[in-house]
């Protein structure tokens, strides 16, 4: 990254309730900047858990970095838990920062992705989001078989319908889209069943075949 694009950096910061003071990580971000000569052109804030994603503070950072608002590249944390509180978060978090070429920096853990060194830090949670997105994949379809093998189907779920109260229906006279109506259920559904109820009749009064196919002679 040039020199020039270096000067630029949003900072965050970020406590998880209302009582805690921010003053101290925005000093510590104020004075990296200083001592790196990096022109910081606003801090962003939240009081709220890192569990939360939809922060107010953090989500109008990644607006304004998106609308390049202040042409900012860098977002400087005083600590990586800043931005979130678990391994997929802060995955999710880089791996947004990448795509949009915005580095990052925690004056805390010395992660600082403007160096060659520092940017192997966004090669790691692309693998590491692969990874997981791996495991997911391999998760579902294990989930899957195992459903499959218990007997569980997926898709929608099949309507019941009271084959009784239908054939009460008709025999009385009323129209299939009434019953359908009555029975609030789409037409198709009641065509379908009448249908499976048709041939599921033709199967018992079919006669049984004759052990080994052959018909008996007199």
């Known amino acids: ?12 910061a970020r406590v998880s309730t209302l009582s805690q003071d921010l003053d101290a990580q925005i000093e510590k ?23 939360n994603m939809d922060r ?21 944390v005083h600590e990586l838990d800043r931005l979130g509180r678990s391994l997929s978060d802060l995955i999710r978090i880089a791996e947004w920062f990448k795509a949009h070429q915005i580095d990052l920096i925690s004056t805390e853990e010395s992660i600082d992705t403007t160096s060659s060194t520092g940017r192997l830090f966004f090669h790691l949670s692309g693998a590491f989001a692969e990874y997981e997105r791996a495991l997911i994949i391999e998760r579902t379809e294990a989930g899957r078989r195992a459903a499959l ?5 997926f898709g929608p779920k ?12 008709l025999a009385l006279g009323v129209s299939k889209a009434e019953v359908a109506r009555k029975l609030k259920i789409a037409r198709n559904t009641l065509y379908l069943r009448l249908k499976e109820w048709a041939e599921e009749d033709l199967k018992k ?5 004759m052990p080994g196919g052959q018909v008996g002679s007199e």
Do not use: W
């Not at 971000?29 to 890192?50: H, P, Q, W």
């Not at 099949?158 to 229906?169: F, P, S, T, Y």
């Open 56 to 76: 107010p503070g953090f989500q109008k950072m990644l607006q304004d970095l998106e609308l390049q608002a202040h042409m900012a590249d860098v977002v400087i």
């Open 1 to 12: 990254m040039s020199e020039r694009k270096m000067k630029r950096a949003y900072g965050y």
């Open 149 to 153: 093998e218990k007997g569980i189907r």
């Open 205 to 209: 009064e079919a006669p049984d075949p």
């Open 29 to 51: 971000i104020r004075r990296f900047c200083d001592y790196r000569g990096i022109e910081l052109m606003n801090v962003y804030t939240d009081k709220a858990s890192g569990k």
């Open 158 to 169: 099949v309507k019941e319908v009271d084959r009784a109260k239908v054939e009460r229906l």
